[in-house]
């Protein structure tokens, strides 16, 4: 999914509760479905929420929202007036996709919709003529290049319900594969969104979303100030979390990071083939890289079976120069509470090689200094969890926390039950970290194109956010989340001072 799409699931997020719509009709093979039930209802809410907002980044402004579909519609979205002109009932459900590269949408047309109507031409481009034909059942309406004879804009009509798309290829094809899905009408709406259609609570408006790791679905309920999304993913939930909540092994406020998350791994995710097994290896190699890889493996084995939940992550920066995948390509602490701490010390011991002596700029008098990728990582253990990263500040502050003091000080410490995954990201803080991300730390992957897309179009809309909080659960074979996003209010009486 590219960086522009992901940033996608923010645009709609202001649509008033209603009752439950029908289901979204678009191509099966739609990357990203957005569905409105009432848009005559839905958008003014919408434009309230993108407004402000777009203050801040441009990509939220309305006009550039409706300019991202008006050539599928041929209208402007948030202008009824523009609509009606184009036939699009605005009482009705409206469904917009992306779709081979291209957006396209799927409405009610207006009792006395006509053909499209050619735009005025460009000096030295050609007119553009009207066309339109009948196939099995479905009204084609396009217009058409009367040099090529292709259609650059067109509509198909059936069951009621059309469909129109535009680009610069001939378009006739495209509109004779959405009149076969028109026509079965189950796989326009069927398989996995419908699943998560009836698995979500009613909206107005609600997004499907094809990603590297399976379908998101999510609707969008606005709030003052605020915008909160809940959601189900169909990828991986038993495989990855764990049932019931959990006690935080750390304090957000006492770490200071601009991401912190933990997260409470399911026994499958901590089995020798799961993601905390691949993290791990690389650690173990770094202990001693000479070492049989037999015993390196069962020193690996040892340290998963003693892996309790929840972990914890904090991140303070990112440096897209580094390799992909590398660990040193973010600024981080992990923390990994053990079940026998002791057991842990013997099996890291056991490989440690004479010549590896404590290191005084560790956090503590315990931690070794590794050299993993060719840059120092610390590794070391507490009566609580074992600990390793690349920030020394960063992993002082994580042993400091409560839930990792000493037994008699944690005793005094309130502990918080959290889900499996609770992410707290500090707004202005992830404005900074973006700020260490350039156009040529892309090559770094897919992750840090998205960084630097975040950096150009929502560092502003960041530094005005209090906090974003995402939470997890398992739900079945998938998985259930919540991510709530608060705006800071403009202080009036800071501007009354100032004047």
């Known amino acids: 999914m590219t960086p522009s799409v992901l940033a996608l699931g923010l645009l709609f997020g202001a649509a008033a509760p209603a009752p439950k719509p029908p289901a979204p009709m678009a191509p099966p093979d739609a990357r990203v479905v957005l569905h409105l039930s009432n848009p005559k209802a839905d958008l003014p809410a919408l434009s309230r929420f993108l407004e402000p907002a777009g203050e801040h980044a441009p990509l939220l402004r309305p006009s550039s929202v409706s300019r991202l579909f008006s050539t599928a519609l041929g209208a402007d979205l948030f202008d009824r007036a523009s609509l009606a002109a ?35 031409s460009t000096p030295g481009a050609p007119t553009l003529k009207a066309a339109q034909f009948e196939s099995d059942g479905a009204r084609f309406r396009g217009l058409a290049d009367p040099r090529s004879g292709d259609w650059t804009s067109g509509r198909v009509e059936r069951h009621g319900v059309t469909c129109a798309t535009a680009g610069a290829s001939d378009q006739r094809q495209r509109l004779s594969r959405l009149s076969f899905h028109l026509r079965a009408q189950t796989s326009m709406a069927g398989g996995e969104i419908s699943a998560l259609v009836k698995s979500l609570p009613p909206a107005p408006l609600i997004g499907f979303f094809q990603t590297g790791h399976g379908l998101v679905g999510a609707r969008f309920v606005p709030r003052k100030n605020g915008l909160d999304v ?9 495989w990855l979390l764990s049932e019931g909540t959990h006690q935080t092994p750390v304090d957000a406020s006492a770490i ?72 040193h390509q973010f600024r981080q602490a992990l923390l990994l509470p053990l079940k026998t701490p002791d057991r842990a010390r013997r099996a890291i011991a056991s490989l440690l090689p004479k010549s590896v002596t404590p290191d005084p700029t ?11 990728d060719g840059l120092p990582v610390h590794l070391g253990a507490t009566d609580k969890a074992l600990y390793f990263g690349n920030d020394p500040a960063l992993l002082k502050r994580v042993l400091a926390s409560p839930g990792q003091v000493s037994a008699r000080r944690a005793k005094a410490q309130k502990r918080v039950q959290q889900p499996a995954l609770h992410l707290v990201a500090d707004g202005p803080g992830l404005a900074d970290l973006l700020q260490s991300v350039s156009m040529f730390d892309m090559t770094g992957g897919q992750i840090f194109a998205a960084l630097f897309f975040l950096k150009m179009e929502a560092s502003a809309l960041l530094r005005r956010a209090e906090r974003l909080e995402l939470t997890a659960r398992p739900d079945g074979q998938a998985i259930r989340f919540d991510l709530a996003f608060d705006l800071r209010q403009p202080c009036r009486s800071c501007a009354a001072n100032k004047r």
């Open 86 to 120: 184009a036939g699009i009932d605005a009482e009705r459900p409206l469904t917009l996709f992306l779709w081979q590269g291209q957006w396209g949408a799927c409405f009610t047309e207006t009792k006395d919709a006509s053909a499209p109507t050619p735009p005025q």
């Open 230 to 238: 809940q959601g189900r993913t169909l990828a991986g939930g038993e």
């Open 362 to 372: 560790a956090p503590d008098a315990d931690a070794r200094r590794l050299t993993i």
């Open 256 to 327: 200071r990071a601009p991401l912190l998350a933990t997260l409470a791994l399911s026994p499958k995710a901590r089995a020798p083939q799961g993601p905390l097994a691949r993290r791990l290896s690389h650690v173990v190699s770094a202990l001693c890289p000479a070492c049989p890889g037999d015993a390196r493996q069962k020193v690996l084995q040892e340290l998963l079976e003693d892996v309790d939940v929840p972990i914890a992550l904090a991140l303070t920066g990112v440096d897209g120069k580094q390799r992909p995948n590398s660990l």
